[in-house]
Structures are given as structure tokens and as C-alpha cells.
């Protein structure tokens, strides 16, 4: 890699929902790995995600993401819960939702995508399986896919 | 995640760090890893209970063919090489009775001997039971160790020798008596390892 990836969509953000900040920190080393210049926005539970994507008090600048990155494992509403208010909000069920967590379990799996995830991720626990992953993920959701149309336009959201 | 800031350490702090210090991060992260697996292992063994279905008919072929699918690249790694006798229909969850026969199976592939592992499961009936079998060419179990391998995190070798987190046959019994059964070691048995356990004909 010579440098940093020219993206398309070069605003595009995407929202990270997730409560461990060392989760956290190792995802924005992944991206910077990878060399991605992705804006990556991060709240550490799902109400604050909910809040963050309605642009509600204290995210009223809040940008739409083009891609979210859900944990399963959040306090108080998980990450399932989230997954089930976003699709069924008429305004925010468009955007593509992938989990991203440690569990490889069965039902974990079956459960995001009956609850219409796009697509489910188990984290590596190898850095550079991490950084490969994001690369991928990027690539794909940011640079092979067509997102719904507000999304890829970036436009701000609420006021 | 600990195993990856361990690398980290070792990355950002490398031209600082003595052979000592690699050393150290290899065990730290060798241990995460280790953990990983445990904690893995653990939860199958805490969702016997909490994630069993209820008992109904269930052809024993079908989970062994399951069991044999989900082990495919295993078998074919070591050249394993599995017969079966005609299995009956029993009373059991179909999931945790394919778990039974993976977990054994994958035993007898990994503890062989140099020659490929051969491996056969058959069942013949005892009154209102099966009793099922599954025997291998491996490198056999010292009997008086019959008991304690079915115990929960005992193991009979050092990870070096063969990995393993000691907890795959304590899951084994733990199904075989939520399905009202028995599992033991045939003692009797020479040239290898094989274990029987009973399961409940279904009507």
C-alpha cells in the first residue's frame, strides 16, 4: 500500500456503537492500518446510538452514517434491541447495520439477520485479521456497494 | 483483544525490548488465546442445559451425519477414515446428539497414532436402550483414568503435546445424562480408545 485509499464517497461516516473503549481504540488502529481515512463516530450504548441517528439531544449535528457498526454485548439495551428499533424506524431502517462482535454463537447469528442485519461480523482476535477486516468492510460497504441515496450524499440531518 | 495490544506492546516498543520481553508478550498472548477458547468451551458446556430442545424421535444417522459434515475438514486433514453400523432412532435433541458424536469423533481423530485414524460407531440394542460405540486406532487411555477424563478441565497431556481446553468430554456426559443415559470408557478395549454410551430407544 502506497498510501491513503481515495474513497468515492470520501465523507461518508460510520458509526461505531460500542461499549468497550479498547474495542474501540483497536478499531480506529485497524483503520489507520489500513491506511482508511474514514471518519469513524463512536457512542458507547445503544440509546445513545438511537439518540445519535434521530439527531436527538446531545447529537442534534449529528451526521447520518452511511454504514453502522453495532456490538451485541451493550448495557442496558443491546445490541439486538437497537437492531429491532432501527429497522422498524421508517426514517433510519435504510442504513446498512453490520454487527460487529466477539460471539460466534448460533443464535447470536440467526437472531441479527431475522432481526434483518445486513450482515454479522465476529471480531478477529489477531490485529492484522482486524485490519483486514476493515478493509474489507470498507471496501465493500463504502466503495463496491451503492448506498441508499441520503446516505451517499451526506447530507446533515435534522436543522 | 488482549492478545492484539499485546502485539502492540511488542510493535510500538520493539528496539526497547529484550528477548525477555518477546518472550513474555508470546505468553501473554498465548494465554488470551487460551482464554478465548475456554470461555468457548465453557458456554457449550453451560448451554447443555439452558439451550437444550425437548427429547423427541431422532434418527442417530442423521446427527452422525451432521457430526461428520461440520468435521469434514478434520477427517480429511488426517486422512480419517470412519465406518458405521446401522443406527437406530432414539430419543434425544438432534443437536446435542450430533455435539456427542463431534466431540468424540474429533477426540479420536487428534489423539492418533501415526498411522491414520479408523474409526468406527455402531449401537446394538439392550432392552428399552441403545448402547452406542464409538472406537478409534489411537493412542488408547490408561484405565486408571477412566473416570477423571470425564471430569471438567482434566486433561492426560501438556497443550504441547495436544491442544485441547480438557472440557469436550465433561460436555459429552453432561448430554448423554440430560438424555438419561450413561457414558464410560471400555477398558476392556485394546489397540486404541472406545467409548459407549446409552441412549433411550425411541417408540
Known sequence: MTGPVTDPNPKVEVLLVEDNPGDVELTRIALREA??????????????????????????????????LLDLNLPRMDGHEVLKTLKADPDLKHIPVCILTTSGDEMDIAESYNLHANSYIQKPSVLNDMVSVVTHVNEYWLRVVKLPPDLSLHQYTGN | MVSSYCELLGRRYQARLDDEADQFIRFAVDGAQRMQLLIKDLLAFSRVGSRGQPLEATDADHALELA???????????????????????????????????????????????????????????????????????IGIDPRFADGIFEIFKRLHTRDQYPGTGIGLAICKRIVERHGGEIWLDCEYRGGSRFCFTLRAAR
Not at chain 1, 463516530?41 to 449535528?61: C, I, M, N, W
Open chain 1, 35 to 68: 491506511r482508511l481515512l474514514t471518519p469513524l463516530k463512536v457512542v458507547t450504548d445503544g440509546e445513545q446510538a438511537v439518540a445519535y441517528l434521530r439527531s436527538e439531544p446531545p447529537f442534534e449535528h449529528a451526521r447520518r452514517p452511511g454504514l453502522i
Open chain 2, 68 to 138: 461428520l459434515s461440520n468435521l469434514q475438514a478434520a477427517l480429511a486433514e488426517d486422512d480419517a477414515r470412519i465406518t458405521t453400523g446401522a443406527l437406530p432412532m432414539v430419543l434425544a435433541d438432534k443437536l446435542q446428539l450430533m455435539q456427542l458424536f463431534q466431540n468424540l469423533i474429533a477426540n479420536a481423530i487428534k489423539y492418533r497414532r501415526e498411522r491414520p485414524p479408523e474409526i468406527h460407531v455402531s449401537a446394538v440394542p439392550r432392552g428399552s436402550y441403545w448402547v452406542f460405540a464409538v472406537a478409534d486406532n489411537g
